[in-house]
């Protein structure tokens, strides 16, 4: 089992710059993917960035040239720049154990989430 607690997250004016940050402890040999996530109100959560075992990196098309991920399977950053306000969303940390699941010694679960930061982009 895998648990995640991120941090970082706050308020910032558009233009500015954020840095949110997933701590990860557990089974961290039985994850393939980190990725961030986010939720703004009203809406469906997205993905955000992903970051592999392997080190491959991609972003979500609304974030590329803006957003960079970076980190390792303990700890997962995400360095936001050019901040709008439409960027505003409960920022969630997700763990992916892909084809590792179900391994002797990866029972699961297959996915696992942080409680989620804030970020807020005011206009």
């Known amino acids: 089992q895998v648990q995640l607690e991120e941090s970082g997250g706050g308020w910032v004016q558009a233009g500015g710059s954020l840095d949110i940050r997933c701590l990860v402890s557990?089974?961290?040999?039985?994850?393939?993917?980190l990725n961030w996530y986010r939720q703004a109100p009203g809406k469906e959560r997205e993905q955000v960035a992903r970051f592999t075992r392997a080190g491959l990196t991609q972003l979500a098309n609304s974030v590329k040239g803006r957003f960079t991920i970076a980190g390792d399977m303990a700890a997962l950053y995400l360095r936001m720049s050019e901040l709008k306000p439409q960027d505003t969303a409960v920022y969630y940390c997700?763990?992916?154990?892909?084809?590792?699941?179900?391994?002797?010694?990866?029972?699961?679960?297959?996915?696992?989430w942080g409680q989620g930061t804030q970020v807020t982009v005011s206009s």
């Open positions: 997700n763990a992916d154990y892909g084809t590792n699941y179900g391994a002797h010694n990866c029972p699961g679960p297959k996915f696992s």
């Open positions: 557990g089974d961290q040999l039985c994850i393939s993917d």
